[in-house]
């Protein structure tokens, strides 16, 4: 069988390129608490995103030179991804390391996305807690969120498509960085 213009070839090149692009992102999240949901996370939308997680940076970049994790967190977890979701649970707004990867994110100028699980804490307004660097770039405009129960694949390359085309100048990272968990 003929393919396009009579080459069989072309029909596969075509497919190919007619593909959607399967973005790499980076996910931040709490360890100690939020691990099932990075593992869920991961098993239902690996085929639309490459996930890349931090494997606990606490282990993997044993240093207390806060330049050279920071260095470290830049080049190997945050370079050559498009966007950072964080998974935002009840302890994340006191993860130092989390607060670090989003610095890092800003830094590169790359999109910013929380997805509030179930397990997130609220404060006694009744408010949804997260990380203060996070709220920063919320109230500026420049990250979004959403919530667990209702993520979808759509949905999230949508947030991820928005928050890789939202303007730099919206970006606020003029927060200390933290120095320690809460």
């Not at 759509?154 to 730099?168: E, S, Y």
Request: glycine content about 8%; some cysteine; hydrophobic content about 35%.
């Amino acid at each position: 069988m003929t393919g396009f213009y009579g080459d069989p070839n072309m029909n596969g090149l075509l497919a190919a390129l007619m593909k959607p692009t399967r973005r790499k992102v980076f996910v931040s999240y709490h360890h100690g608490g939020d691990q099932a949901y990075y593992d869920e996370f991961s098993r239902h939308f690996h085929d639309q995103y490459e996930a890349i997680r931090d494997n606990s940076l606490e282990r993997l970049i044993q240093s207390d030179n806060t330049e050279y994790v920071m260095q470290q967190i830049r080049e190997k977890y945050i370079t050559g991804t498009s966007c950072t979701i964080i998974l935002i649970g009840a302890q994340s707004h006191q993860r130092k390391y989390l607060d670090w990867e989003i610095k890092a994110t800003l830094d590169k100028c790359h999109g910013l996305i929380g997805i509030v699980l179930p397990t997130h804490a609220k404060n006694p307004a009744g408010e949804i807690v997260v990380p203060d660097r996070f709220l920063d770039n919320c109230k500026s405009g420049y990250a979004a969120w959403t919530h667990w129960s209702g993520l979808t694949a759509q949905g999230l390359t949508q947030l991820i498509d928005t928050a890789i085309a939202k303007p730099q100048w919206q970006i606020d990272n003029s927060r200390p960085m933290r120095q320690r968990n809460g």
